[in-house]
């Protein structure tokens, strides 16, 4: 399995501004991917984490709204800009094990609320 | 489009109960299905992964099934225990998109 930890657990912040989450896992993973868990709703993938390349982003979620950067194997950053209200939800980066099951592990989560 | 369903959406029960939580998918082209665990404001744990060719995983107390012809997987918990209260989640994993999609969760209530 892999130990992940993310930065900030937790945010107020108000509308307009721009918050960096940072995501860092204890081994090295090909695959990173970030999630968004809205109130009382479940999981939607916002966007999987390409080390040396360009996010790959779901449909619905832009590039200008959802800045990812990968600059290495255990290291991921999610920005989410120009916040409104809509945007409060938690955030969460996971990783794929190396080890060919393709099970999933998640970190801890941030939860985010705009004001 | 793949789909995850969850039922029930809720459930409450008296401690020391066996119980089942029901995941149903819409696309048996899946590579796996994943169980996960979330307390209230927290991060995911992953509890049971059953690979597409598997019939059911188990650890401990839980043991999964999963039927892809059907597209229906089971979690069986068993002699429930209040730390058991969280939310449960289902996942199956897209074959060739290696992307999770999650079913809306049930969540569970254990009483004393």
């Known amino acids: 399995s892999a130990v992940i930890s993310q930065k900030p657990s937790r945010d107020i912040c108000q509308r307009g501004t721009s918050l960096t989450i940072q995501c860092q896992v204890d081994?090295?993973?090909?695959?990173m991917f970030w999630y968004r868990q809205q109130p009382g709703q479940s999981l939607t993938l916002i966007a999987t984490?390409?080390?040396?390349?360009?996010?790959?982003?779901e449909s619905g979620f832009v590039i200008d709204k959802f800045p990812i950067s990968r600059p290495n194997l255990t290291f991921s950053t999610l920005t989410v800009s120009n916040m409104s209200p809509e945007d409060s939800s938690i955030y969460l980066c996971?990783?794929?094990?190396?080890?060919?099951?393709?099970?999933?592990?998640f970190g801890p989560g941030t939860r985010l609320t705009v004001t | 489009k793949q789909e995850v369903t969850q039922i029930p959406a809720a459930l409450s029960v008296p401690e020391g109960e066996n119980l089942v939580l029901n995941c149903s998918f819409t696309d048996s082209a899946i590579y796996n299905l994943q169980w996960f665990r979330q307390d209230p404001g927290k991060g995911l744990t992953s509890l049971l992964l059953?690979?597409?060719?598997?019939r059911e995983q188990t650890s401990g107390r839980l043991n999964a099934s999963l039927d892809k012809s059907s597209g229906r997987s089971t979690l069986y918990i068993a002699a429930s225990q209040p730390g058991d209260s969280a939310t449960y989640l289902c996942?199956?994993?897209?074959?060739?998109?290696?992307?999770?999609?999650f079913g809306q969760g049930t969540r569970l209530t254990i009483n004393p």
């Open positions: 996971s990783v794929m094990g190396q080890g060919g099951s393709y099970e999933q592990y």
């Open positions: 996942a199956v994993l897209i074959q060739g998109a290696q992307k999770l999609v």
């Open positions: 059953i690979q597409s060719s598997q």
């Open positions: 984490a390409n080390q040396g390349s360009e996010a790959t982003y």
């Open positions: 081994s090295q993973v090909t695959m």
